[in-house]
């Protein structure tokens, strides 16, 4: 589990790491070419990991019980580059988090691509039950396999996100593929042309949330997405009331004073853990500006906390029984 540079999570969880997808503007692939080591070396270790056969009948997939090590003792993140990889031994690190977080599933790889096992998709299904204080985002290239696998995974399951990629206004079409009982997102990124949506035409009900963003990174042609393809967008987003983020890379396009941070109701909630509600600690939470998710940063005493806020000159809030965290806003000006 990672704190997770992008703006909308925080953290990452890479229980299944590879793609098969090959798409040109990758991050991912580019990343673990450079971290990898000697993949042929490691293959070679054939005591530390086991192989599985791939859902599609590819080639065949790799599994570790437990970190591969280099010849320091190291652990290798990514001991067979950009193929297919399980790591079991991370499965269950979302208890680790003391208060429900967003997390996106699957930043290394697409867990609902065509060569996943199912059985690799249920194990992760059954941490997001059994810790279910956290918000789980995933995504796919490929969102026929949400209904080929059985998602939505309990309509009442309201901590699970399921989104598309976007990039083209042919991807559009996939929109139709996503579960419409469940929670579901679009990520439009990187934005790759103009999606020429109708100005008439409304975005599905069942969509929760749209995410924009730019392509980034040292591409060769690099495709700069203009100002009204965004604008477009929110638009489309706007006429039937979806909440609309805008990754950074839009800031030098659309201005500072144009992004749009918005979220869904269920991602602004932060519940603490079961052990941190039995505890007698307050947990503080801060951002530096609006639209941004708040951060935890530490904890206080019930004592220590009333002091803080006299320091600062902050009404003291009621404590009564913790049974939610409480939450310092400090904004800029």
């Given at each position: 589990m990672n704190k997770s540079k992008i703006e909308y999570v925080d953290h990452t969880w890479n229980p299944i790491t590879?793609?098969?997808?090959?798409?040109?503007?990758?991050y991912a692939k580019r990343l673990t070419a450079r971290v990898a080591?000697?993949?042929?070396?490691?293959?070679?270790?054939?005591?530390?990991?086991?192989?599985?056969?791939?859902a599609d009948g590819g080639e065949d997939l790799y599994v570790l019980d437990a970190p591969m090590l280099n010849e320091?003792?190291?652990?290798?993140?990514?001991?067979?580059?950009?193929?297919?990889?399980?790591h079991r031994y991370r499965l269950d690190t979302p208890a680790k988090l003391k208060m429900g977080n967003n997390i996106f599933v699957g930043a290394m790889a697409?867990?609902?691509?065509?060569?996943?096992?199912?059985?690799?998709?249920?194990?992760i299904f059954n941490i997001c039950?059994?810790?279910?204080?956290h918000n789980y985002l995933f995504l796919t290239k490929n969102p026929e396999r949400y209904k080929k696998y059985g998602v939505p995974y309990g309509v009442n399951n309201n901590n699970l996100w399921y989104g598309t990629s976007i990039t083209k206004k042919d991807d559009i079409q996939k929109i139709d593929y996503l579960?419409?009982?469940?929670?579901t997102y679009l990520s439009i990124e990187p934005l790759l042309e103009n999606l020429e949506i109708p100005k008439e035409c409304c975005i599905p009900e069942w969509i929760k949330w749209v995410i924009i963003g730019a392509e980034t990174g040292r591409v060769r042609e690099k495709v700069i997405p203009s100002k009204e393809w965004v604008a477009d967008i929110v638009e489309w987003c706007d006429r039937t009331g979806i909440p609309v983020f805008m990754k950074d890379s839009l800031q030098p396009i659309v201005g500072k004073d144009n992004m749009r941070r918005d979220f869904p109701?269920?991602?602004?909630?932060?519940?603490?853990?079961?052990?941190?509600?039995k505890s007698d600690m307050i947990t503080l939470l801060a951002?530096?500006?609006r639209g941004e998710q708040p951060k935890q940063f530490g904890f206080m005493c019930k004592e220590c906390f009333k002091n803080f806020c006299k320091s600062l000159g902050l009404d003291i809030p009621e404590l009564e029984e913790l049974v939610s965290s409480i939450t310092i806003k400090m904004e800029e000006k």
């Open positions: 590879g793609c098969r997808h090959s798409c040109p503007y990758c080591g000697d993949v042929r070396l490691n293959k070679m270790a054939k005591k530390d990991y086991s192989i599985a056969p791939a320091t003792g190291r652990p290798l993140v990514y001991p067979f580059g950009f193929a297919p990889t399980l697409d867990v609902f691509g065509n060569w996943v096992p199912d059985e690799w998709i249920s194990e039950r059994k810790y279910p204080i579960p419409a009982q469940g929670n109701e269920q991602m602004k909630h932060s519940e603490l853990s079961p052990k941190m509600k951002r530096s500006r």
